[in-house]
């Protein structure tokens, strides 16, 4: 039952919400010309679109995370959850495995895993995207702002979530985070220019 629900929610992270609705209200793959996910749909379409692909990837993490929980999962097969849902929004079997990068969906499962950490997490990340968006790093690496402010944000989280004992919530951003660190990868190397 457990490696059902888990397999649920990768089939749940595989809805990538850029992609549909780049199909349905503009005709076209996001994909061609950028990442799928709320920045880049923000970039292409717009930040109305932009903010709904956000808050709708933040959605799907917190509801496959919530159901998993709710069907009785806990412990390892609960982060397991979370890294599926994630990893199927990177790598999205009804796209042909080519996603986003995975930081709303993160976000939205430890909106349930770690709701009392999260927010520290979230505006460590935030701030750190903004100074870095600033800094001469931005133009020597030319990695958005914010996957460069998760870089500090993600292991800022982890040691909150760490220290205030919520093993489950940290074991599901570490492995999240790791799956994210991969696709950030594939991104870059894929990236035109």
Known sequence: MELLVVAMCYAAGSVVFGVVMG?????????RRDNPGGSGSWRQYGPV?????????VAKGAAAVALARG???SGWYLVA??????GGHNWPVWFGFRGGGGLGTLVGTLLVLAPAQIGVG??????????YRVSPLYRVCKVAALPGGA???????????WS???????????ASGLLIGVRGLQMLKTRPG
């Open 23 to 31: 199909r349905v209200f503009f005709g076209d793959d996001l994909r």
């Open 49 to 57: 679109v932009g903010m709904s692909v956000a808050a709708l990837d």
């Open 71 to 73: 069907w009785g999962l």
């Open 81 to 86: 959850a979370a890294a599926a849902v994630v």
């Open 122 to 131: 979230l505006a460590v990340a935030l701030a750190a995207a903004a100074l």
């Open 151 to 161: 870089v500090v944000g993600i292991p800022f989280f982890l040691y909150l979530a």
């Open 164 to 174: 205030q004992g919520n093993a489950t919530g940290a074991q599901a951003a570490l």
